[in-house]
């Protein structure tokens, strides 16, 4: 079966700009979570959604913000961008969400964001 | 959210056993063990997770400690496929803790 795909893999903005990037669950999963990946602080979570309702987020500005589909393909969009939100954004999804501890995640290979 | 301890690498000749451990004193009784392993250039990936028993699946083996205070995965012939950064970490459930910390993780080197 497909796996979780994220669009685009690599990215190019400059400071002050605004983006979206785009997940595509695998088949059947309705939870989407994204995350953000730097040397500095690793894997920090962002947010989750699941039937198109946001269940969880992290600690982050509210330049970052999410959003998913009735088809439970997500994006997130950054605004305002600056030089440290460059980054590798993950996107994740699970079959289930609250109650699903047990539940696995497949992660995607990420968008890679580079801010100039 | 209760923490994970890992240590910062550790090194492998190929086709040995590899047991990785990891510690997690603050556990609630209803957190899930997860293990993830990130390859270079790829997004983190689904290896184990256990509650309470010990776990098995194609890819590993998960030993959980009696008192669930600590864990360790197990790679029962290390390749040189399997040199990635390895993620413990506890789940909880319910919404609110229906997320993944990541710590620093254990980077694994296999040498051939």
């Known amino acids: 079966k497909a796996g979780v795909t994220q669009t685009p893999r690599y990215l190019i903005k400059t400071r002050g700009q605004q983006v979206t990037l785009s997940c595509s669950p695998i088949?059947?999963?309705?939870?989407v979570s994204w995350y953000q990946q730097t040397p500095g602080q690793g894997l920090q979570f962002l947010f989750e959604?699941?039937?198109?309702?946001?269940?969880n987020k992290g600690n982050f500005p509210g330049r970052f913000s999410g959003r998913q589909f009735s088809n439970s393909r997500s994006e997130m969009n950054v605004s305002t961008l600056e030089l440290g939100d460059s980054a590798l954004y993950l996107c994740?999804?699970?079959?289930?969400?609250?109650?699903?501890?047990?539940?696995?995640?497949?992660f995607g290979s990420g968008t890679r964001l580079t801010v100039v | 959210d209760a923490k994970t301890t890992q240590p910062n690498s550790m090194e492998s000749n190929e086709e040995e056993p590899v047991h990785l451990p990891c510690n997690h004193s603050?556990?609630?009784?209803?957190?899930?063990i997860h293990w993830y392993r990130q390859l270079p250039s790829q997004g983190p990936e689904y290896v184990i997770h256990?509650?309470?028993s010990n776990v098995n699946n194609r890819m590993a083996s998960l030993a959980i400690a009696e008192d669930r205070k600590s864990s360790t995965l197990i790679l029962h012939r290390a390749t040189l496929r399997d040199a990635a950064v390895y993620y413990c970490?506890?789940?909880?459930?319910?919404?609110?803790?229906?997320?993944?910390?990541f710590g620093t993780g254990t980077l694994l080197a296999v040498q051939p």
């Open positions: 994740a999804s699970s079959l289930l969400s609250a109650g699903g501890a047990s539940d696995g995640y497949t």
């Open positions: 088949s059947g999963h309705r939870s």
């Open positions: 959604y699941f039937s198109e309702t946001q269940r």
């Open positions: 603050t556990i609630s009784g209803t957190d899930y």
């Open positions: 256990g509650l309470t």
């Open positions: 970490i506890l789940r909880g459930n319910g919404g609110a803790t229906n997320k993944l910390i």
